[in-house]
């Protein structure tokens, strides 16, 4: 019985120690949301968009290799 307590205190601090990871991670990915230019925010989620669509099998192959290289090549034009 004695051992109870120090494993529940144990238990909240790793409880804590995950809510507090996931806070970082959160605040981390909206930091670097909020440093990317509009231009390549949109892009990005035409990437995504492109994938999900060929995921779901909405478009071919060949689709969705010529789109996306013309998605990549004008994250590339963003970034000179």
Known sequence: MDH????GICLFALVLLVFIGAWLIMRYRQDIQDN???GEQAVHSMLTELQNSYDRGDISTEEFRV???????RLRDLHK
Do not use: G, M, N, V
């Open 4 to 7: 109870i307590i120090p494993i």
């Open 36 to 38: 990317t230019a509009p």
């Open 67 to 73: 789109i996306k290289a013309e998605l990549t090549a």
